[in-house]
């Protein structure tokens, strides 16, 4: 089993000499006390939450799963303990107001603090991430009773909350949603309905569960246009804001996965419960789009931190287990054989593994700025801001989600592969990195519809080709910063040609789809995996020339080791992992006749 050790230098590194967070704390309003020492105080102690107490349950919690007796759910041992250790730390309301009990930090705060957890036991980290989207989803479109009745105990984490879209007949098209709300006569609504796949729809660590859920009023629109947002609790609030009356909120079943066996997916029938508007009437998808972004870049953080637990695995085994001689000659002639990291292939998997991990990394910690100045935007009610904030960020989610999830899923059986038919086996842990990332691609949008998000509606629509004009004009003043530093020049030529192809394959794209609007569809998923590998090389650029900083400037003499790994691994995603976008933009500048030609009956011809 994979022992989790929490990459502090590696995450001390982007915080303060690649994306300058000091600088950035400065100037947000309420980041005046996440001084350096105080950040790296958190991350510490954050750290050995991580190490000590969750990455001990990740396996056990596979192998005994979540049981449903007489509706009520219960988690693995240890489950309940270590979320109350979680509580007593005040982990949730790291970045939430103080007004309802939180610390007030920044945004990204909780992104580093999440990042760790989900690597030391993603299962575990599921139950409050979840409940985060119902909290920002309340304070962005909850009224002041709302904000004040909720926001307490979901931010002390005595309540989770949840998010129900998903229903027996619909995933994605939530135009289909079916759920009846039904008005009291008294500003309440009665809900009737079913929703599945809900995680942490029902466990045993808190004393109340929030739901967010989408559901239709009479007489309401058909499809997207007529569906509201409520919020429903398991246990009605009182008014002192304890724990009242059962709200008819049923958990009927829980589903039998492939992976992440620890969380709870509950199929959760709600039975004329008592339901509070959230936002606008037939507004709800609008509103709920405030928690699926939140839960998509949460997604996105699932692929760093499978491939971060399932590079640590394979790390620790190549360095151990023996076999044959490598092909440049004995490396270890005093030992039966060669420990395997010395065999190129055996290489070749884990810098692929190290590079996607750190550079993932370092594009989930860009965007998370950009999560701060939005969230404050909000706060502030500034609505102009919040616009901008909440379009660059558009723009991120999709390529975050889509290319991280599925190049993470990648490494997860990479590291089984350095393990071989050790790996396939339970006791080393490494296939169940692999089963509980296979998730990652799957909910909060499919890598299509992530994809048909990013070139649809982010790149074709809304923009016009803006953002890729934007973004690779970001990436070009970067190589002019660079350009006369002899030993960047590698990287910026490089990067100065991907992005000529970037904003050539948009063009053609948008060309092709005035003539066959099949011509986005069929080349969305290779688009977006082309933008992946071609932001994740400005990221490694990025690091690459902080790295060539510090061994120039001679501040980083104690840790040159580590800086020379940096440059080396740069070096490596660029000759090695970049050259993978080619393939992408040879299969967009292919004619897709052959993709839609055959009629569906021939399918079935053998």
Same mark, same amino acid.
């Given at each position: ?74 988690? &693995? ?36 603090? /999440? ?117 429903? &609790? ?60 939140? /839960? ?36 270890? &002639? ?27 990394? #370092?594009?989930?910690?860009? #965007? ?104 690779t004009a970001e990436i070009m003043k970067f190589c002019g910063e660079h350009a006369t530093n002899a030993k960047m020049r590698p990287f910026i030529v490089a990067l100065g040609k991907i992005c000529a192809q970037w904003n050539y394959l948009t063009l053609r794209i948008a060309i092709g789809a005035r003539k066959d609007r099949d011509v986005v569809a069929a080349n969305a998923v290779d688009f977006l995996m082309f933008s992946g590998y071609a932001m994740m090389a400005f990221f490694w650029a990025k690091m690459v020339a902080a790295a060539y900083g510090k061994l120039a400037s001679g501040d980083g003499a104690e ?5 020379? /790994? ?41």
């Amino acid at each position: 089993m994979p022992q989790y050790k929490a990459p502090l230098r590696d995450t001390r590194f982007l915080i303060n000499e690649v994306l300058d967070y000091p600088g950035h704390y400065a100037q947000l309003p309420n980041g005046g006390e996440a001084t350096p020492d105080v950040v790296d105080s958190i991350l510490d102690h954050c750290a050995k939450l991580c190490e000590g107490v969750l990455a001990p349950l990740y396996q056990s919690g596979d192998k005994e799963g979540c049981t449903l007796v007489d509706g009520k759910v219960t988690t &693995p041992k240890g489950y309940k303990e270590a979320y109350d250790q979680f509580v007593e730390g005040g982990w949730q309301g790291l970045s939430h107001p103080e007004k309802y009990g939180g610390q007030g930090m920044p945004m990204s705060l909780g992104v580093f603090k /999440a990042e760790m957890m989900g690597t030391a036991n993603w299962a575990f980290n599921m139950y409050p991430g979840l409940s985060l989207g119902a909290m920002n989803t309340i304070m962005l479109h909850g009224t002041d009773e709302q904000r004040d009745t909720y926001m307490p105990p979901l931010t002390e984490a005595r309540w989770m909350g949840t998010m129900c879209l998903t229903e027996p007949q619909c995933g994605t098209d939530l135009g289909q949603v079916s759920s009846k709300a039904v008005p009291r006569g008294d500003g309440t609504y009665s809900v009737t309905g079913t929703k599945i796949f809900i995680s942490a729809g029902d466990h045993d660590l808190c004393e109340n569960i929030v739901h967010v859920v989408l559901a239709r009023l009479p007489g309401a629109p058909a499809g997207t246009r007529g569906i509201s947002l409520f919020i429903i &609790p398991k246990f009605l609030p009182t008014e002192s804001g304890d724990v009242g009356e059962f709200n008819n909120v049923v958990c009927s079943g829980i589903e039998h996965k492939m992976g992440i066996k620890a969380s709870a997916t509950c199929t959760i029938e709600f039975e004329g419960s008592r339901a509070f508007m959230l936002g606008p009437e037939n507004k709800g998808l609008e509103c709920m789009f405030t928690f699926m972004n939140t /839960a998509r870049i949460g997604t996105a953080l699932q692929g760093v931190c499978a491939t971060e637990l399932s590079y640590q695995g394979a790390l620790a085994y190549a360095q151990e287990r023996r076999s044959m001689r490598a092909l440049s000659g004995k490396k270890e &002639p005093d030992k039966v054989a060669d420990a395997i990291h010395h065999h190129a292939d055996v290489r070749r998997m884990l810098l692929t593994m190290k590079a996607v991990a750190e550079g993932g990394r #370092a594009m989930l910690y860009h #965007a998370a700025k950009m999560a701060d100045f939005m969230t404050i935007a909000v706060e502030q009610g500034n609505d102009a801001e919040r616009e901008l904030w909440d379009e660059r960020l558009g723009f991120y989610t999709p390529i975050l989600k889509g290319f991280l999830t599925e190049i993470g899923f990648e490494c997860t059986n990479m590291g089984v592969q350095v393990f071989g038919g050790h790996g396939y086996i339970g006791e080393h842990g490494m296939e169940q990195i692999v089963r509980d990332t296979r998730i990652a691609t799957l909910y909060e949008g499919t890598t299509g519809i992530q994809a048909l998000d990013l070139l649809g509606r982010k790149v074709l629509i809304a923009s016009k080709g803006k953002a890729i004009a934007e973004y690779t004009a970001e990436i070009m003043k970067f190589c002019g910063e660079h350009a006369t530093n002899a030993k960047m020049r590698p990287f910026i030529v490089a990067l100065g040609k991907i992005c000529a192809q970037w904003n050539y394959l948009t063009l053609r794209i948008a060309i092709g789809a005035r003539k066959d609007r099949d011509v986005v569809a069929a080349n969305a998923v290779d688009f977006l995996m082309f933008s992946g590998y071609a932001m994740m090389a400005f990221f490694w650029a990025k690091m690459v020339a902080a790295a060539y900083g510090k061994l120039a400037s001679g501040d980083g003499a104690e840790t040159e080791e580590f800086y020379r /790994a940096k440059i080396q691994t740069g070096e490596f995603y660029f000759d090695r992992v970049l050259p993978r976008s080619r393939a992408h933009a040879g299969a967009i500048t292919s004619p897709i006749k052959s993709t839609m030609q055959m009629p569906i009956e021939a399918f079935s011809e053998r």
